[in-house]
């Protein structure tokens, strides 16, 4: 099983910063099948990213995946105040699909 | 608009079957890839498996001895059935359209809360 590990925790930021955020493979993840959600309190997840780089429908161009094999990143260029959420990492292709533990973005 | 909707007990009692239901509107199960996530609290996201909408399916190895998951066609909807269950299966049980087989999920359930205890 391909264990994820997101760092950090938690950022701390203000509107108008850029976020990274990292998402880290125990293992090789063909065909960079990683994608990036976002989740409210209270809400289901949304898919912001898949292919560890193709935005998916509707989502806005701040928000920007890269990486490959084991390293990967999410970039929001310039938070907007609703982009304040938890955001975690999945790795799909073959069984068992798995997700990394999040990265909270918080205001600072 | 393509909308998911988790429904059952929101209470199961130790060693019995948690089952639940997830309702397609909008749209149709023909033709998709559909899965089942839970998220215990405090922990992360963990993968229960998915299911086509003719029938094949794939498990997580941790939970396969126990889950069943089924798809009903002519109602537009799928299920999930976990076996014996025990506290460690109290979680949010979220249910979501894959994008393809065994791939990103791009429409998600809002979730529903089940929690194990006599």
């Known amino acids: 099983e391909i264990v994820l590990t997101q760092s950090p925790g938690t950022l701390s930021l203000s509107p108008g910063e850029r976020a990274t955020l990292s998402c880290r493979a125990s293992q090789n993840v063909d065909g960079n099948y990683l994608a990036w959600y976002q989740q409210k309190p209270g809400q289901s997840p949304r898919l912001l990213i898949y292919d560890a780089s193709t935005r998916a429908t509707g989502i806005p161009d701040r928000f920007s995946g890269s990486g490959s094999g084991t390293d990967f990143t999410l970039t929001i260029s310039r938070l907007e105040p609703e982009d304040f959420a938890v955001y975690f990492c999945q790795r799909y292709g073959s069984s068992p699909l798995t997700f990394g533990g999040g990265t909270k973005v918080e205001i600072k | 608009q393509v909308l998911l909707q988790e429904s059952g007990p929101g209470r199961v009692k130790p060693s019995e079957t948690l089952s639940l239901t997830c309702s397609v509107s909008?749209?149709?199960?023909?033709?998709?890839?559909w899965g089942w996530m839970r998220q215990p609290p405090g922990k992360r996201l963990e993968w229960i498996g998915n299911?086509?909408?003719?029938?094949?399916?794939t498990y997580n190895p941790s939970l396969r001895s126990r889950v069943t998951i089924s798809v009903d066609t002519s109602k537009d909807q799928f299920s999930l059935k976990l076996r014996s269950v025990s506290a460690a299966d109290t979680a949010v049980y979220y249910c979501?359209?894959?994008?393809?087989?065994?791939?990103?999920?791009?429409?998600w359930g809002q979730g529903t809360v089940v929690t194990v205890s006599s």
């Open positions: 299911i086509y909408y003719s029938g094949p399916t």
């Open positions: 979501a359209r894959g994008r393809a087989w065994n791939d990103a999920f791009d429409i």
């Open positions: 909008g749209g149709s199960v023909s033709g998709y890839y």
